[in-house]
């Protein structure tokens, strides 16, 4: 799965002022992925706000993201739940043509045991036909998935990889070390990318590297060939924004700066909501300065 190393972004579903998906502005945020060295799209995860997308805005966003594209960057679909024959049908029913692999998040709210984490995702395992890349988001799900069980994951032939979103770089660095050379640790934590692909990691699954897209790409293309000063000085430069896009929610934070940028609107969905006007005015001046 060597496209797969470097640099993927979760991709943002845009809506216009009326809580419409706003497909135009979703293109111009794929062309500015593709002409600004981004090595993968990763498609209706959470950044995308998949959980209050109707399964016909699924189906047009993916359209979409697919025109806009148009076959230059490799594209992995979230597909995930806490329901596990939910996520098995969807898997055997889905039509996934044009994409690589699937990232299938660790059941969230049912909190499962370690044993129960395996037994799911050896079903989603056996039902896809494709690659699949677990997800371990225990923020989100409230449940850590240990190194142990993505060492007994990894033993699945189609189980490629996991994006590692803990924040732990310890236990990042365990599955590393433990799991086989060719299986891919991707950090899904912005503020850890650099460290973790320098210790070994394949990369990130990056919200920030939506918006700031060379210079993020280049740090992990710098970490991937051992350049650790080049890639950290790229790290400082960005860090202070990585902490204010997340500061009062993701995307939330991100849409603010793609609108700053000229991407995309800055509404979500609700339960989610914009991010408030002192947050908004920081990243304004951060986005202006790092510009000029």
């Known amino acids: 799965m060597q496209e797969l190393i470097g640099t993927g972004v979760a991709l943002v579903t ?17 062309h500015h992925q593709v002409e600004n060295g981004i090595d993968y799209l990763v498609v209706l995860g959470t950044t995308g706000e998949s959980v209050t997308l109707t399964k016909q805005e699924k189906q047009e966003v993916i359209q979409t993201i697919k025109i806009a594209n148009s076959d230059r960057l490799p594209m992995v679909i979230g597909v995930g739940g806490n329901d596990t024959a939910v996520v098995v049908n969807e898997l055997k029913t889905s039509d996934l043509s044009g994409f690589t692999a699937i990232l299938s998040v660790s059941p969230s709210y049912n909190k499962p045991s370690q044993e129960g984490i395996y037994q799911h995702f050896k079903a989603v395992s056996e039902a896809s036909p494709l690659p699949v890349i677990l997800y371990n988001v225990p923020g989100r799900t409230a449940s850590n998935m ?6 007994r994951l990894a033993a699945f032939d189609n189980v490629v990889g996991i994006k590692e979103a803990a924040g732990d770089l310890v236990q990042a660095m365990k599955m590393i070390q433990y799991t086989p050379k060719d299986f891919l640790v991707i950090s899904g934590d912005d503020m850890i990318a650099n460290a973790m692909t320098l210790a070994g990691g394949a990369g990130v699954i990056s919200v920030i590297g939506q918006a700031i897209a060379q210079d993020f790409s280049d740090m992990i293309r710098y970490a991937l060939n051992g350049d650790v000063g080049e890639s950290y000085e790229l790290h400082y430069k960005i860090a202070a924004s990585i902490d204010m896009i997340f500061e009062q929610g993701n995307p939330a934070g ?12 800055n509404e979500v969905r609700l339960p989610l909501v914009k991010i408030d006007d002192n947050l908004n005015d920081r990243l304004k001046t951060f986005i202006d300065q790092y510009e000029n």
């Open 254 to 265: 991100i849409k603010s700066l793609l609108n700053h940028l000229g991407l995309c609107s």
């Open 146 to 151: 240990s190194v142990e069980t993505v060492v």
């Open 14 to 30: 845009p809506f216009n002022a009326q809580g419409v998906v706003d497909h135009d502005a979703l293109t111009k945020v794929v």
